[in-house]
T-cell receptor, first 115, second 117 residues
Framework: NAGVMQNPRHLVRRRGQEARLRCSPM?????VYWYRQLPEEGLKFMVYLQKENIIDESGMPKERFSAEFPKEGPSILRIQQVVRGDSAAYFC?????????????FGSGTRLTVV | KQEVTQIPAALSVPEGENLVLNCSFTDSAIYNLQWFRQDPGKGLTSLLLIQSSQREQTSGRLNASLDKSSGRSTLYIAASQPGDSATYLCAVRPSSFRSTSYGKLTFGQGTILTVHP
């Protein structure tokens, strides 16, 4: 039973390009959570999605960032017109439902570098 | 707003020492607390999960305690080894009837542990 899978592991983008980060939840999980870890900072919650529905996006920057979790396929975190400040590690976690008692398993993350 | 603080920020010890990492949180209304380990450039590995009703959890050489009323948790590592070198993170899940909050963990900044031979 594979864990949470994220790809790519490393992503380099030039300023102004778009970045797409993918997260495939654990089998049977329909809820996904995205976190960002900026250099020298702790992990910060970004967005919580259920399939075809955004539950809480209170941690998402208002501009350039969007997330989706379609009925089929992985969850996608999309960053348009990337800037140097977007360079960070992006992690996702998943759960079978909203009320999950057993802790969260995170993927290995995507490290985005904007040059 | 929940804030999580970890002390010390960094710790360097010789192999074999027993050590304690501290985590404090400002809002005691938590559902559970989870300790993670993060190796440089890697993802998060879950170490221990303590529910709010529990006082401690143990796994091998690791023991985590929770004092919810005082907003504190400690991670005790016995007989440390060089392979324990990593960043240790604690994260709290809020206690809320609003399901939108369930997966919204608040993380501390971490303690960077170095165990030298």
């Amino acid at each position: 039973n594979a864990g949470v899978m994220q790809n790519p592991r490393h992503l380099v983008r030039r300023r102004g390009q778009e970045a797409r980060l993918r997260c495939s939840p654990m089998k049977g999980h329909s809820h996904v959570y995205w976190y960002r870890q900026l250099p020298e900072e702790g992990l910060k919650f970004m967005v919580y999605l259920q399939k075809e529905n955004i539950i809480d996006e209170s941690g998402m920057p208002k501009e350039r960032f969007s997330a989706e979790f379609p009925k089929e396929g992985p969850s996608i975190l999309r960053i348009q017109q990337v800037v140097r400040g977007d360079s960070a590690a992006y992690f996702c976690a998943s759960s079978p439902g909203p009320d999950w008692d057993y802790g969260y398993t995170f993927g290995s993350g995507t490290r985005l570098t904007v040059v | 707003k929940q804030e999580v603080t970890q002390i010390p920020a960094a710790l360097s010890v010789p192999e074999g020492e027993n050590l304690v990492l501290n985590c404090s949180f400002t809002d005691s209304a938590i559902y559970n607390l989870q300790w993670f380990r993060q190796d440089p450039g890697k993802g998060l590995t879950s170490l221990l999960l303590i529910q709010s009703s529990q006082r401690e959890q143990t796994s091998g050489r690791l023991n985590a305690s929770l004092d919810k009323s005082s907003g504190r948790s400690t991670l005790y590592i016995a007989a440390s080894q060089p392979g324990d070198s990593a960043t240790y993170l604690c994260a709290v899940r809020p206690s809320s009837f609003r399901s939108t909050s369930y997966g919204k963990l608040t993380f501390g900044q971490g303690t960077i542990l170095t165990v030298h031979p």
